[in-house]
């Protein structure tokens, strides 16, 4: 069983180590690390990105893709089911459905995600359809993504920007923060530094890997022994030494596509 992975760069890493935690398979992880970050750029640009992206994974024969970064998914998921209607692929999106079911205090929700998601169809067609409209703020981080690139997790400058970002609401008035960006938990130190204790962090993570068993069932895969390789659009050591941290990963190969 095959089964790909593919975001602008590290950020897609927060599903992928759920997922290998609980499945064996063979592996690709394809960080488009050449064009990253995505959340600002042109959307017609950034959907010929994903799709030569998604095209290799295709050749590559997965059985599954997981499109493990909510800004592709938000402008090119429709595009991509149709085009490769063999292959199973999966999105991601910014787990608001999660937050609702829990916020039994009916208190305001904020979603964070890049401007591109935020501004995105797909985004608001999901507030609407869970009837928040009232009830969901949205805030871009997209200096997150930027700093996570450069190998910055934590430190001054990631709460500077957390906290000047933050500084107009009142967290009293909120329960959740949806992470809905797969960059984003990256920086879950410091979010629950900076926020009150009574708010509770939530992203995609759990949602994608239940899916993915849910995928492997109705195909009927079977696990193969672990193997992993990691595409990446241009070479670099930081991704590599970023992505051996993150995963605790020492055995998979690396390819420049
Ligand atoms: N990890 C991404 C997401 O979930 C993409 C961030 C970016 O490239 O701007 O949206």
Do not use: W
Request: with cysteine.
């Amino acid at each position: 069983m095959k089964i790909g992975f593919f975001d602008s760069g590290l950020g897609g890493i927060t599903i992928f180590n759920k997922v290998i935690n609980e499945i064996n398979a063979e592996y690709f992880y394809l960080a488009d690390n050449k064009n990253t970050p995505y959340g600002i750029k042109e959307k017609s640009q950034v959907i010929k990105y994903i799709n030569t992206c998604v095209k290799k994974l295709i050749d590559l024969e997965c059985d599954i893709i997981v499109v493990a970064c909510n800004t592709a998914t938000s402008i090119a998921i429709k595009e991509l089911r149709d085009k490769y209607k063999g292959t199973c692929i999966i999105g991601t999106e910014p787990a608001i459905k999660v937050a609702v079911d829990e916020n039994y205090l009916n208190k305001k929700i904020l979603v964070c995600a890049t401007t591109m998601t935020i501004n995105e169809e797909k985004l608001n067609n999901l507030i609407k359809n869970l009837d928040v409209e009232d009830v969901v703020e949205k805030e871009p981080l997209d200096e997150l993504v930027k700093y996570a690139e450069k190998g910055i997790f934590k430190g001054v400058k990631v709460e500077n920007y957390i906290s000047q970002r933050f500084s107009k609401y009142n967290f009293e008035e909120f329960t959740h923060l949806v992470l809905g960006c797969t960059h984003f938990p990256l920086f879950a130190y410091t979010f629950k530094k900076i926020l009150p204790s009574h708010i509770h962090i939530v992203d995609g993570s759990n949602g994608i890997l239940k899916n993915v068993h849910r995928k492997i069932d109705e195909k009927h895969l079977q696990e193969s022994s672990f193997k992993c390789k990691v595409l990446l659009t241009k070479p670099s050591d930081m991704f590599i030494s970023n992505f051996k941290n993150i995963t605790n990963l020492d055995n998979f190969q690396v390819e420049i596509i």
